[in-house]
């Protein structure tokens, strides 16, 4: 019983979150069909379930933040930049 809940623990670690990346830029667009951002340097990023991208504008300078969660790599928040 003990071994089968140290491997359950062992198990569940390897599925954890990676580590958060940040990244700042312009938005060249918005979709809000595919829930979709695209930054003006041509990078995308796919808003996790929560992110509220309604408000956001092209020109808007904002920070990106990711976390890989089981092999996919999200927005887990978009944010104003401060200058």
């Known amino acids: 019983m003990l071994a089968a809940a140290a ?3 062992a198990a569940t670690t390897a599925f954890a979150a990676e580590p958060m ?3 700042t830029g312009k938005i060249k ?3 809000l069909m595919r829930h979709v951002v ?3 340097d041509g990078s995308t990023y796919k808003a996790a379930r929560g ?5 956001m504008k092209p020109g808007e300078k904002v920070t990106v933040t990711t976390s890989k ?4 790599l ?5 944010t104003p930049a401060v200058d």
């Open 7 to 9: 491997i359950l623990g």
């Open 21 to 23: 990346h940040k990244t």
């Open 29 to 31: 667009s918005v979709d």
């Open 38 to 40: 695209t930054l003006e």
């Open 51 to 55: 992110v509220n991208i309604k408000r």
């Open 69 to 72: 969660f089981g092999g996919t």
């Open 74 to 78: 999200e927005a887990s928040a978009i």
